[in-house]
Structures are given as C-alpha cells and as structure tokens.
C-alpha cells in the first residue's frame, strides 16, 4: 500500500471554537436553541430507537480484526505515550495533530480536511443556524470524472467551492479539549451527519425515483478526555410521502481508549474499520450514480432538479407552520440569473440553473504536518476575500433561495 501523505493545518492557529452567535447572529452548538432549532427540521439527537436498517452489518464491520491492532503489535509501551499524549493536548488543535493521528494510524489517504467553512452547503434554515464547520472530515477528491455529479448536486454534495476540498463527505468528526465540552461536540456532530446524510440520500437517488431505504452512509465520531464515541447518521421517512425528511442518529459504540490497552485496540478498530467503510460507500454510491448519469439528457438532468425544488416547495407550508412569522428572511438578495454551476464544466456546462449571485470567501491555508492525513485548513477566524478578478468565477448559487433555504432534503 502507498504510504500516506502528510497533510496540512495551521499550526499557529487555535482550532479550539468558541459561540458562533455573537458575531454571526446565528445559533450554534453553545446555545440552548440550537438543538431545538434542529429538531424544527426533524435532525433528531442521539437516540438509540431509530436503527438504520443496516445496523447489523455495521456492528460486525466495526469488530473486524485487524492487523496492526493486535496486543503484539500494539504494546503497553505504546499506550504509555498514548496516554502522555492525551495529557499534553491542552486544545483541539493539538488533539487533532496528536491524538487522532494515533488513533487514526498511517496506513490510509483519504482526501481530508480540518477546521473549514462549509460554505457551500445548502443550509437546513434561513440563517437560523450557523454555517457548519466540522473538525475534520474525509470526502471524495475533485476531479474531471466526478464533475457532472458536482455539477448537478452542487450545494448538496459539495461543502465548498474552493477546488481543492474534497466533496461528498461522510464521515465526520468533532474533538473537545479537556476545558471544552463533550456535549457540544456530541451536537456539532448531529449537525454535521445531517449533512452528510442528505448528501449520501440525494446521491443514491439521483436519477430515479425518491426512496428512504433507512440504512446508514454517514458516520461521526466525537473525542473528549480521552473518551471515543462513534455514530451513524441516515434518514428515513416516517410521516409518508411528500412530507419532510426525518434525520437520525444513533451511537454504534464508545470506548476509553487510555483505560486499557485492549480498550485502545477495540477503540482504534473500530474506527478505522468505520473509516474505511464510509469510503467504500461513497465510492460504491459515487459510481453507481455516474454510471446512471450516463443515460441522462439534459433535459432529465434539468428536470430532476425541477422535481427536488419542487418537494422543497411542497414541504414549506409544514415548516412554516411550525415557526413564528417573524422568521428572519434569507441575507441573500434576489438577483437571479442562469449560471452554469461550475465555470470549468466541459463538456457538462449545459447544465444549468437560475442561481442568485453570491460572492463567498476562501480561508487562508496554512501549512504544517499532521501524519496520516491528507488536509488543507483555514485559521479560526482567518479568511481573505477571493481577488477580484477571479471573483465573477467564483460566483456560487443558492436557486430559490426562500425555498431552499427552508428546505427539509
């Protein structure tokens, strides 16, 4: 196997986040509203009741022995530094240059990214809610084979417009240092499954006909105080056709992985066998629906767009109906026109949109190592304004935007 590539964060920034609100106006995960505000979009906390279908098999993925985590492989020595790790990391940053590169190992090279604005994503309310901005998260690389599907599924599958992120993520994570709080982490990463979730469900049902087939795509994990715990995220619908979505999450296991050596081993596995299985999914599903795209005019393509505005449209009297009508309006204006969804789109241009013009921002990328990571992250609050002359290229959509701002898909 390749060896990995090193990966790169900012080191002198401080990944360790803080309440979004009071300069956002936005709820984040601090606040006592930001859960509630999920669950006015069906994106449920964790609860053990609602299993994906798949549950089965990904509790027996998650048990599968593995080579280099064996007590002979995997000594007291070792867990020794492992916990002297744990105790020097005193921020998020130095959790996830440290820690996790342990927990992680070396032997894989996903395409991955720490600490970045997902500004791209569609969002679940109109402003309500902070834009995401997950610790890390491993995803699909850019590339001219996987344009159309970015093209088509742009803001649902694609976190950022910046061509060097990775796309369609599905598996997350959030990590806490010892003054943080575990429970905010624990509620950073119901939001990010939820994206993930929608991501993976618009992706497998490109193409045909709309179905929930209730199996889990989307996996999170959250770190704090040396705890591991892991999730899977899907969606399903439980209130019949043409209503909205519901998005759940439940715990597939915890472990303290400084308690014992057999606990790190059992931890780590997990993990990784659930690493490697999100990307399994991602490209098992990704070729599936490239394949299918084949046999797709444009006029099909179009169409299917059409159709997945028009379930949004549909939903919106039963979301409106359970907010008050002082729900603020979008910040985007109203200026429509079409646009093709990528400037570089080949032979894939003719597919277009009637988008609202929107100039975005790129964070800043620093560099340093992290072993075992491929990543490129922004500053905490760091970011610089895309040149001007390369901004009308950067221009990015957000179609209807009333509609979809409010949207349950």
């Not at 720490?114 to 679940?124: A, G, H, K, Y």
């Not at 308690?259 to 299985?277: E, W």
């Not at 800043?364 to 002359?389: D, F």
Request: net charge positive; aromatic share 8%.
């Amino acid at each position: 196997m390749a060896p990995s590539r090193k990966a790169t964060v900012s080191a002198g920034a401080a990944v360790e986040r803080t309440n979004n609100t009071s300069a956002s106006g936005r709820s984040s995960a601090y606040d006592p509203d930001f859960m509630t505000l999920l669950a006015q979009r069906n994106i449920e906390r964790p609860d053990f009741e609602k299993e994906p279908v798949n549950l089965d098999q990904l509790m027996d993925r998650l048990k599968r022995p593995r080579s280099e985590l064996t007590p002979s492989h995997f000594s007291q020595a070792q867990l020794v530094t492992f916990r002297r790790t744990i105790k020097n990391a005193v921020d998020e940053n130095m959790i996830m240059g440290k820690v996790l590169s342990t927990i992680m190992g070396d032997d894989h090279d996903y395409p991955s990214t720490l600490n970045r604005q997902c500004e791209n994503w569609q969002p679940f309310t109109d402003g309500k809610l902070v834009i995401p901005r997950p610790n890390f998260f491993d995803g699909v690389r850019q590339g001219p084979k996987n344009r159309q599907v970015r093209n088509v599924l742009n803001t649902l599958i694609v976190p950022s417009i910046s061509d060097d992120w990775p796309f369609l993520p599905n598996f997350f994570g959030e990590a806490k240092s010892p003054k943080g709080s575990g429970l905010v982490a624990q509620r950073q990463a119901c939001y990010d499954g939820a994206f993930g979730a929608r991501a993976m469900h618009h992706l497998t049902n490109y193409g045909a006909e709309e179905t929930y087939d209730n199996k889990a795509y989307t996996f999170t994990f959250v770190y704090s105080l040396g705890f591991l715990e892991i999730y899977a995220h899907h969606m399903s619908q439980s209130g019949g056709p043409k209503t909205l979505p519901c998005y759940h999450m439940i715990r597939l296991g915890a472990w303290d992985l400084q308690g014992s050596r057999q606990s790190f081993i059992d931890g780590a596995t997990a993990f990784r066998n659930l690493r490697d299985l999100a990307a399994e999914l991602r490209e098992e599903l990704l070729a599936t629906a490239e394949s299918r795209m084949q046999g797709i005019s444009k006029e099909m393509r179009e169409k299917y767009i059409a159709e997945a505005i028009q379930r949004v449209q549909e939903s919106l009297p039963e979301i409106e109906s359970s907010e008050s009508q002082g729900s603020s309006q979008p910040q985007s204006g109203g200026n429509e026109s079409s646009l093709n969804l990528f400037s570089d789109a080949g032979n894939d241009s003719d597919v277009t949109v009637t988008p609202e013009k929107r100039l975005r921002i790129r964070p800043q990328k620093h560099k340093t190592t992290l072993k075992g990571l491929r990543i490129t992250a922004g500053p905490r609050n760091g970011v610089r304004k895309t040149p001007a002359r390369t901004a009308k290229a950067r221009l990015t959509l957000t179609a209807n935007s009333k509609a979809r701002a409010q949207q349950g898909f």
